[in-house]
């Protein structure tokens, strides 16, 4: 009985851990209430984060559109994070392969 309730209470930790971080895809990492997500540049390309889907739609060298918890948005490097879906987002990196944008609760 004793070994039930600790893979028990590991599991419940585990689960616990991952929602007090929200991330749920292998592109993102996560502080307590900020998450760096990596997106592709490809058609589809997308990250669950905080709550809220991410997904690529277009980039050239210093504007990135995408569209986070619905709603389209473009951000462009050294720009202030735009508010979108109570979560304040803004624009890292963009590469030839990738984008970098950190999304964090308010």
Request: glycine share 6%; charged share 20%; proline share 1%.
């Amino acid at each position: 009985m004793p070994r039930r309730r600790l893979a028990a209470a590991a599991a419940s930790a585990a689960l616990g851990l991952s929602l007090l971080t929200g991330c749920s895809s292998d592109n993102v990492d996560c502080s307590l209430d900020e998450c760096t997500v990596t997106i592709a540049r490809e058609t589809n390309a997308s990250a669950s984060v905080l709550g809220v889907e991410a997904k690529f739609i277009s980039a050239d060298q210093n504007t990135v559109t995408l569209e986070v918890a619905g709603e389209q948005i473009s951000l462009t490097k050294g720009q202030q994070a735009v508010e979108v879906g109570g979560l304040q987002v803004s624009l890292d990196s963009v590469t030839s392969d990738e984008v970098q944008v950190q999304i964090a609760r308010q």
